[in-house]
């Protein structure tokens, strides 16, 4: 199985072909899924900001994309290069939706590898049980 280092090893890989030119920063996220395989993402900037999708949105997409909708993730890591920041509140919302109960996201904190469950990253978060009453 790939170690927390190595997958953050290709999450900054995968940062290094971000389009950013609006913002300036590259972000990569390698998602493993509960099947095994892995998923590369890097954000994708528009000159209509609002437009603009992050790495662990598009690595959730091309993730449903080839496993279907009953993907799910079990680790996630997020590179910034040259900055350091957790996925922001619209990617938690996205990985809570095909996280499972124990799914980890990895990124830097002060030089550090943090790893928190989705409980920890969005307390109290809107999930999809809540459309059923
Ligand atoms: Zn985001």
């Known amino acids: ?40 993402g890097c954000n994708v900037e528009n000159a209509s900001y609002g437009l603009t999708m992050c790495a662990e949105r598009v690595a959730v997409g091309r993730a449903v994309a080839e496993e279907g909708a009953g993907m799910r993730w079990v680790r996630a890591a997020v590179v910034a290069l040259g900055l350091e920041f957790p996925p922001c509140g619209a990617c938690r919302q996205v990985l809570a939706e095909f996280a499972m109960a124990e799914s980890r996201v990895i990124f830097l904190s002060q030089g550090e590898l943090v790893s928190m469950g989705m409980s920890e990253l969005l307390p109290a978060g809107f999930a999809p049980a809540d459309l059923n009453g």
């Not at 090893?9 to 998602?31: F, I, N, T």
Request: hydrophobic fraction near 45%; charge should be negative.
């Open 1 to 40: 199985m790939i170690t927390d280092i190595e997958l953050m090893d290709r999450a900054r890989g995968v940062a290094e072909l971000a389009y950013s030119p609006y913002s300036s920063a590259k972000v990569g996220c390698a998602l493993v899924t509960e099947a095994g395989r892995i998923y590369l």
